[in-house]
């Protein structure tokens, strides 16, 4: 009786802490993290009023207009790399779970958060075979430490083009347009129509001049440099394939001689693993251009069966299983291990929604896992995110009681314009801001950071850029799961 008591009492205990958690808190706040790394002239619904316009002379020395976006991280530079792939994930997240997403009242937020990127993702495809792939100077800017509003660093335009190319951002940038398309299509025709121009323009260029685009960019390889630019073009033609239902697109997969294999992670640099999905996606799909256009069988399955593996390893049912904690969090990489936590986790929630609505599960080596077991392993991972860890932290900033304080992050960690107009100087602010023991002025609301150690440690200081650094492609996949 006393350990049927106990566990019954456990039961309730992990049930309770379950309905504890605030997933439509969560959502709300992982949203609003994108305004904080709004680059340009704000708008004048801006909820985050610490921020303000920054950067307006983007793309001068170019003669181009490059001023908008996104800021990557916790410094004031443009990646473009990393920038696509967020518009894509959001895009994927609105897609894959608009109607909850409405339901949760967060529709028009996500839709505003994609509009900022994709708005500057046109105007940085200037022309058909040119691109805008950074704006400002890793460099330099990491040997300042100054808010964006009155940064005094080179805003720098880098760009790829016929002669310097760069398959694997214009390819990335490609499948960003194509899934915004399909988001915008039913609310702004015309919008969503420009973007699928530039996307299949985009593709051709990828397609048309093929190289890495690091060796183009050589400033933008110090930070996000990219391992190849197969899976790019892979990712844009399944994107073009599923918002445009032209059989060429999905006739380049068919012709590629790479599924990807078994892929030990999903990410800004990887995309195989989800390119595997779409496909495996479509394949589960009984209705829609895709399904008749994507047979079961032959390498369209390979697709299908690696994407599975790739599942079976993450929630510990696979041949080679994602490493995890003792605390229970999935582990990838030392630096900025959540970016891929996030991902995993929507990879199987997404998949957990077409396995329910086709009423299947999936054969892993370590046993049959349907939809249910998906969507706990997500959760957990969720949860583990929003404060359930040995830790008791959340590593959400803003979200529960316990959550990290001295974020890296400029705009964060210095004081606001608004409140303190006086300049802060290249070298002032590592001076006056960067080295204070004190929690940053601002609240970085809704940014996930790079998270603990593989021992569930988690050291809250600002010169702990590993764990304690949010990035924009952290937050996009968590949309769509929080949701």
Known sequence: LCILLFIVGYELVEIEKAVAVDYGEALTKSLL??????????????????????????GADAG?????????????????????????????????????????????NA??????????????????EVLYGQVGDGGSDHSCWQRPEDMTTPRT????????????????????????????????PVYSAELLRHARE????????????????????????????????LWAAAWLGRATGDQRYWNFIAGNGNTGGTRTMFSWDDKFVGVQLLIAKAIKCTQGVAA???????????????AEQFICNCIQKGNGNVKKTSGGLLWFDQWNNLQYVTTASFVLAAYAKSLRASGSSIRCPGGVAGPEELVAAARAQVDYVLGSNPMRMSYMVGFGAN????????????????????????SGGFDQWFRRSEDNPNVLTGAIVGGPDLADQYSDARDNYQQAEPATANNAPLVGVLA
């Open 33 to 58: 993290f994108y305004e904080a790394q709004r680059s340009g002239k704000l708008p004048l619904n801006q909820r985050l009023g610490w921020r303000s316009d920054s950067a307006l002379r983007d």
């Open 64 to 108: 181009v207009d490059l001023v908008g976006g996104y800021y990557d991280a916790g410094d004031n530079v443009k990646f473009g790399f990393p920038m696509a792939f967020t518009v894509t994930m959001l895009s994927w997240s609105a897609l894959e779970f608009r109607r909850r997403l409405e339901a949760g009242k967060e529709l028009d």
């Open 111 to 128: 839709l505003a958060a994609i509009k900022w990127g994709t708005d500057y993702l046109v105007k940085a495809h200037a022309e058909p």
């Open 157 to 188: 335009a880098y760009r790829i083009d016929a002669q310097h190319p760069g398959s694997d951002l214009a390819g990335e940038t490609s499948a960003a347009l194509a899934a915004a398309s399909i988001v915008y299509s039913a609310r702004d």
């Open 202 to 233: 985009l593709f051709e260029f990828a397609t048309a001049h093929t190289g890495l685009y690091q060796n183009s960019i050589p400033s933008a390889g110090q930070f996000y440099s990219s391992s190849g630019y197969e899976d790019e073009l």
């Open 292 to 306: 008749g256009r994507i047979p079961a069988n032959g390498r369209w399955s390979e697709f299908k069966n690696n």
């Open 403 to 426: 959550y990290p304080g001295r974020v890296h992050h400029r705009g964060a960690s210095i004081v606001s314009i608004k409140q303190n107009p006086a300049p802060v100087t290249c």
